[in-house]
Nanobody, 119 residues
């Protein structure tokens, strides 16, 4: 099992930046994949950035070049640096930890943090 605590959301103007943090209760190397999801009103939750235990990253086209996922292994923390924010980035952002045991995937979630991009 793993507990995730998020921080860093808020209100920002278009073109601005925010950094989200997600602190895990266990070593990142014991987690197969850490990811950031977001859910806008009336829409499904979507995965848009992830990093594996080996450090491989993946982004959706909607955030590629603007968002960066990174880790601080000593702090068991994953960060999401968000630059050039747009109003369509407004959503609740969730940190996710996926652990694979044999053939079963286990997903754990942070509490969610609101990001609002508006002038």
């Amino acid at each position: 099992q793993v507990q995730l605590v998020e921080s860093g959301g808020g209100l920002v103007q278009p073109g601005g930046s925010l950094r989200l943090s997600c602190a895990a209760s266990r070593s990142r190397y014991s987690i197969n994949r850490m990811g950031w999801y977001r859910q806008a009103p009336g829409k499904q939750r979507e995965l848009f950035a992830s990093i594996t235990s080996r450090g491989s990253t993946n982004y959706t086209d909607s955030v590629k070049g603007r968002f960066t996922i990174s880790t601080d292994n000593a702090k068991n923390t994953v960060y999401l640096q968000m630059n050039s924010l747009k109003p369509e980035d407004t959503a609740v952002y969730y940190c996710n930890a996926r652990i694979q045991i044999l053939t079963t995937m286990y997903d754990y979630w942070g509490q969610g943090t609101q990001v609002t991009v508006s002038s």
